[in-house]
């Protein structure tokens, strides 16, 4: 099944303690991507990849970190998360995103709380 | 550059009645255009997307959306609403040739008996 697979689901942590969401995708796409979700802001874009060691800053990069060492996985890691971060992060990916056929996969999402 | 805005944070029908959510867009090159929709605690499911020729799109679940040029919209409707409708809605627009989506704020629809 094609899929895009976020873990942890649920993640309660502590100001300053580094952390990684794990994003992997089984559909050989190109592109992948990090959003975040607050009410009222809807999704707003945080780091994207064009394909393997090539990332770069979205609207929201401030305070994450990504790699994309591999074709099918892009961590998001935040090394000293701040409680504005609490938030609901999604990842996503896609073939072409210039092409008009082209559409955007998201995984299921991980809510991240920051004490 | 590009943004959507989506009229009205939170819209309420009755079962059975239309549903219309309104989102507006701006692009400075032609649009491909997108509806999410997203049931609570899951991820985000693409409803319909306008990318070239007719400007009337069908998705699934009975949703439809038309994109007018000339009012810079693609509002989404359904002749009758179900109990199962009640998610929160996304357009999205992303311009032609770039790989950004870029989110309105979202629309929570609640259904009434």
């Known amino acids: 099944e094609a899929q895009v697979t976020q873990n942890p689901r649920y993640l309660i942590t502590v100001t300053g303690k580094k952390l990684t969401v794990t994003c992997s995708q089984n559909?050989?796409?190109?592109?992948m991507s990090w959003y975040r979700q607050d009410p009222g802001l809807g999704l707003r874009q945080i780091y994207y990849s064009m394909n393997v060691e090539v990332t770069d800053k979205g609207d929201v990069p401030e305070g994450y970190k990504v790699s994309r060492k591999e074709k099918r996985n892009f961590p998001l890691i935040l090394e000293s998360p701040s409680p504005n971060q609490t938030s609901l992060y999604f990842c996503?990916?896609?073939?072409?995103?210039?092409?008009?056929?082209?559409?955007?996969?998201f995984g299921p999402g991980t809510r991240l709380t920051v004490l | 550059a590009q943004s959507v805005t989506q009229l009205g944070s939170h819209v309420s029908v009755s079962e059975g009645a239309l549903v219309l959510l309104r989102c507006n867009y701006s692009s400075s090159v032609p649009p491909y255009l997108f509806w999410y929709v997203q049931y609570p605690n899951q991820g985000l499911q693409l409803l319909l997307k306008y990318t070239t020729g007719a400007t009337l799109v069908k998705g699934i679940n009975g949703f439809e959306a038309e994109f007018k040029k000339s009012e810079t919209s693609f509002h989404l409707t359904k002749p009758s609403a179900h109990m199962s409708d009640a998610a929160e809605y996304f357009c999205a627009v992303r311009g032609r040739g770039y790989g950004k989506l870029t989110f309105g704020q979202g629309t929570i629809l609640t259904v009434h008996p």
């Open positions: 559909m050989n796409h190109e592109y």
């Open positions: 996503a990916s896609n073939l072409d995103p210039s092409g008009h056929t082209d559409t955007q996969y």
